[in-house]
T-cell receptor, first 113, second 110 residues
């Protein structure tokens, strides 16, 4: 079984620039998550999708962050404009159903200069 | 307000001995608990889980214990191996929201 695929692995941008991250979940996993992980911290949920529907986006800073999951498969997370404090690892995960383990991708490390 | 806490940022254990990683939580509504392992530059990998209706779950060298009255869970690794050196995150779930602790870095030395 292929794992969760994320790209790019690393991204360096200047502040105020836009950036986008892409995620392809495990085939058949209807639930998709975007997490943010700061250095020395655990992952924190940004948004959760059930198929195409964003069912929990309460932690997503909607003034600059947006996400979409077209056709209920791949997902894109966008930041516009990026700020210095956005430097972190952005993790995508998918799961088969509620209370089944999340499978994470290797993440995208974003550095905003 | 940190609902899931891992108070030990690091742990060092000799190869072959037992590693015990601890986790405390504050929300009594959590009903599902998981442990993840993370190597550098990789995403967290699921290790083992336990439902709130159980107090122990075992998978090979890994055992998770849940003490609901104390709101405490622990991960035991026996025997510890150098390849177990990683950051371990505990996580707790309630109504589809999974909340992670801050992690404990385990180092297993020869």
């Amino acid at each position: 079984e292929a794992g969760v695929v994320q790209s790019p692995r690393y991204k360096i941008i200047e502040k105020k620039q836009p950036v986008a991250f892409w995620c392809n979940p495990i085939s058949g996993h209807n639930t998709l998550y975007w997490y943010l992980q700061n250095l020395g911290q655990g992952p924190e949920l940004l948004i959760r999708y059930e198929n195409e529907e964003a069912v929990d986006d309460s932690q997503l800073p909607k003034d600059r962050f947006s996400a979409e999951r077209l056709k209920g498969v791949d997902s894109t997370l966008k930041i516009q404009p990026a700020e210095l404090g956005d430097s972190a690892v952005y993790l995508c995960a998918s799961s088969l159903r509620r209370n089944s383990p999340l499978h994470f991708g290797n993440g995208t490390r974003l550095t905003v200069t | 307000d940190q609902q899931v806490k891992q108070n030990s940022p690091s742990l060092s254990v000799q190869e072959g001995r037992i590693s015990i990683l601890n986790c405390d939580y504050t929300n009594s509504m959590f009903d599902y608990f998981l442990w993840y392992k993370k190597y550098p530059a990789e995403g967290p990998t699921f290790l083992i889980s336990i439902s709130s209706i159980k107090d122990k779950n075992e998978d090979g060298r890994f055992t998770v214990f849940l003490n609901k009255s104390a709101k405490h869970l622990s991960l035991h690794i026996v025997p510890s191996q150098p390849g177990d050196s990683a950051v371990y995150f505990c996580a707790a779930s309630n109504t589809d929201k999974l909340i992670f602790g801050t992690g404990t870095r385990l180092q297993v030395f020869p």
